[in-house]
């Protein structure tokens, strides 16, 4: 294949891929905020794209979620995403482990108008989870911190969820290394390959990954419960 064919399929695939933004994710004056606090604050942009985003809101509208739970916040973007999916009297929690991000977060919260349906607890993932257990059940969960702590994230995901919930984590694609092991594989992409591998294997979950056409790196992981 040449290399100008190449190029025109690249470019075929952004155009699909706008016009899909366009007409079925459009970003408006609260998400561009949260982008724009999160880029003022010094934050990674790499958060999800808005086709992602939406597709989180459809999972949580097809659970009817009332309850979500999200682990790693970033700036507040697929919290915004996820929260406008929820009922009036829904509730998302989100888990940052930086004070200061977190000050960003409840800032695009509310700016979003997202804010009375949202809480933002701060620490460490892994010492918050088990004082969740008395709000459990979570309708999903979203993953999309770092990632040597996924299969951690998964077990503590499966215990606060319910049959029927859906649990979603972000970066599983990885250009492909997160799915087998490699012997000078860095701990990000062992907890991925764990990760994926768990959710393929385990008997109480239904799973899919999910690969971007554009960008392989920000594959998502889907897994409902089937038993809990």
Do not use: C, M
């Given at each position: 294949m040449s290399e100008n064919t190449l190029?025109?399929?690249?470019?075929?695939?952004?155009?699909?891929?706008?016009t899909i933004s366009h007409l079925f994710a459009p970003e408006d004056a609260g998400l561009h905020g949260a982008l724009q606090a999160a880029k003022d604050?010094?934050?990674?942009?790499?958060?999800?794209?808005?086709?992602?985003?939406?597709?989180?809101?459809v999972f949580a509208t097809a659970c009817q979620a009332h309850k979500i739970l999200e682990i790693g916040s970033l700036a507040g973007y697929s919290g915004i995403w996820l929260a406008r999916a929820?009922?009036?009297?829904?509730?998302?929690?989100?888990?940052?482990?930086?004070?200061?991000?977190?000050?960003?977060?409840?800032?695009?919260?509310?700016?979003?108008?997202?804010?009375?349906?949202?809480?933002?607890?701060?620490g460490n993932a892994l010492e918050l989870l088990p004082t969740l257990t008395a709000e459990a059940p979570f309708d999903l969960i979203f993953i999309d911190a770092d990632k040597a702590?996924?299969?951690?994230?998964?077990?503590?995901?499966?215990?606060?969820s319910r049959t029927g919930s859906i649990i979603i984590a972000d970066n599983c694609v990885r250009n492909g290394i997160a799915f087998q092991p490699t012997a000078d594989m860095?701990?990000?992409?062992?907890?991925?390959?764990?990760?994926?591998?768990?959710?393929?294997?385990?008997?109480?979950?239904t799973t899919i990954v999910l690969a971007n056409d554009n960008d392989y790196?920000?594959?998502?992981n889907v897994a409902v419960v089937k038993a809990n």
């Open positions: 190029e025109q399929q690249d470019e075929q695939r952004h155009r699909i891929e706008s604050a010094g934050l990674p942009e790499i958060q999800i794209n808005p086709i992602q985003g939406k597709l989180l809101q929820l009922p009036a009297d829904g509730h998302l929690i989100t888990l940052e482990i930086n004070p200061q991000h977190a000050e960003v977060v409840r800032s695009s919260f509310a700016n979003a108008g997202v804010g009375d349906k949202t809480e933002v607890r701060v702590s996924y299969p951690q994230y998964l077990e503590w995901a499966i215990k606060l860095d701990a990000d992409t062992a907890g991925l390959v764990k990760y994926n591998q768990l959710t393929r294997e385990d008997p109480r979950l790196t920000d594959g998502l």
